[in-house]
Each structure stands twice: as C-alpha cells, then as structure tokens.
C-alpha cells in the first residue's frame, strides 16, 4: 500500500496578508522615526541657542579680546551679543559691539552666523515682564547683550532696530515642520532655560 504524504505551504492570501502587515508596520516605524529625528533636531536648535547666548555671556564677563575674537583692534570692554530677527528665520548672529555704540552693527560686527537648517525656523519672539500674553509684547527683534563686568544680559527687543526697548524677559520660540515647538527663555537675572511647549497657532 502506498502512502502520500503531502506538505502544506502557505496560501496566496496567506501570503498577501503578512505582506500587508509588514507594510503597514514599517509605515507605523518610518513615521515615528521621522517625528523622532525632527523633534531631536529641534531641540538641537534650541540648545545651540542658549549655549550661543551663554558663549556671548563667556566672552562679557571674561573681558574677551575683541580683535581676538572678531577680526578688529584689539578692546577688552566691548559688548558682546546674540542678535535674532524675524526678517530672517533661518539665521542668528553672535557679534562684538566694535563700533562701541551699545547695539548690534551688522555683518561687520559678526562672530558667528548661525544657520538654521532641517526645516526648522525662528516662529516667534516677546518680550515683557514674565510668559504670557499680558505680560510678554510680540516684537520682532531681540538683542541679547553681555557687558564686563556684569553677568547679567541686558535684553533689547522691540520692532525697529534704532529704537529697542530693556526687558527683563524675553522668550524666543522656534517650530520644526511638524509642528512641534521649543523655546528658549531669557532672564536679566542671568537665567537662560530650555523649554518644551506647545502652542496650537502662532501669536
């Protein structure tokens, strides 16, 4: 008597729907990851931020060489800053007060531009007395400075670049494409924080 023995395998449809499983959880992994990557890079930026606003403070309080520094006559009293504005979302400038005038100059007075890349932009600057919208003023421009030997920022902002105003606070929001913010406080007390927040549109 023969015997047939016979191996089952899997079915199209089988088949097919292990297909369709595997791609929809590689879809689910890709679009996770891709959230992950531009949260980390936002938060990256904001970093850079406040160690760039705290590189500006180094060089105040130290009594940096300004010719050392930013190219110019050598000067151990120069004001040292951080210059952000919206007419450019993409950039903020680390400069030395050469011209001795207390502000912000131009490429001239630059250290450092810092580029902003990945998607991710400045969404929104304020200043006042404290977070909040009856207590920090939408403006466009914020001048961070640091002067020997003062610790302490000495904060600027307003919206023409001639005539800014002193605060004690001022916070500089930044959005990647997906949406998620971060932002970076500013204290005359000296304090710079990073924070993660949520804002359901632009103010």
Same mark, same amino acid.
């Given at each position: 008597?023969?015997?047939?023995?016979?191996?089952? +395998?899997?079915?199209?449809?089988?088949?097919? !729907?292990?297909?369709?499983?595997f791609t929809f959880m590689t879809a689910i992994l890709v679009v996770k990851y891709a959230g992950f990557s531009e949260g980390m890079t936002l938060t990256n930026l904001a970093y850079d931020?406040?160690? =760039?606003?705290?590189?500006?403070?180094?060089?105040?309080?130290? $009594?940096?060489? /300004?010719?050392?520094?930013?190219?110019?006559?050598?000067?151990? %009293?120069? =004001?040292? +800053?951080? #210059?952000?504005?919206?007419? %450019?979302?993409?950039?903020?400038?680390?400069? /030395?007060?050469?011209?001795?005038?207390?502000?912000? +100059?131009? /490429?001239?007075?630059?250290?450092? !531009?810092? %580029?902003?890349?990945?998607? %991710?932009?400045?969404? #929104?600057f304020c200043a006042g007395t404290a977070a909040g919208v009856s207590s920090c003023s939408v403006? =466009?421009? &914020?001048?961070?400075?640091?002067?020997?030997?003062?610790? $302490?920022?000495?904060?600027? $902002?307003?919206? !023409?670049?001639?005539?800014?105003?002193?605060?004690?606070?001022?916070?500089?929001?930044?959005?990647?494409?997906?949406?998620?913010?971060?932002?970076?406080? !500013?204290?005359?007390? +000296?304090? &710079?924080?990073?924070?993660? =927040?949520?804002?359901?549109?632009?103010?």
């Open positions: 008597m023969s015997m047939h023995f016979y191996k089952k +395998g899997f079915t199209l449809i089988e088949l097919l !729907v292990a297909i369709a499983i931020v406040a160690l =760039t606003l705290r590189e500006a403070q180094s060089y105040g309080i130290n $009594a940096a060489d /300004a010719k050392n520094v930013a190219g110019s006559a050598s000067d151990f %009293n120069k =004001t040292y +800053g951080v #210059y952000f504005t919206r007419g %450019n979302d993409y950039r903020f400038t680390l400069y /030395a007060d050469l011209d001795g005038d207390g502000r912000y +100059g131009g /490429a001239t007075e630059n250290i450092r !531009v810092m %580029n902003i890349k990945q998607g %991710n932009r400045l969404e #929104y403006v =466009t421009i &914020i001048d961070v400075r640091f002067t020997r030997p003062d610790p $302490a920022p000495k904060i600027y $902002a307003g919206t !023409v670049a001639n005539a800014l105003t002193l605060y004690p606070y001022a916070e500089i929001r930044m959005k990647s494409l997906n949406g998620s913010y971060r932002r970076v406080v !500013v204290r005359s007390s +000296g304090q &710079i924080s990073v924070e993660e =927040t949520q804002f359901t549109q632009s103010r």
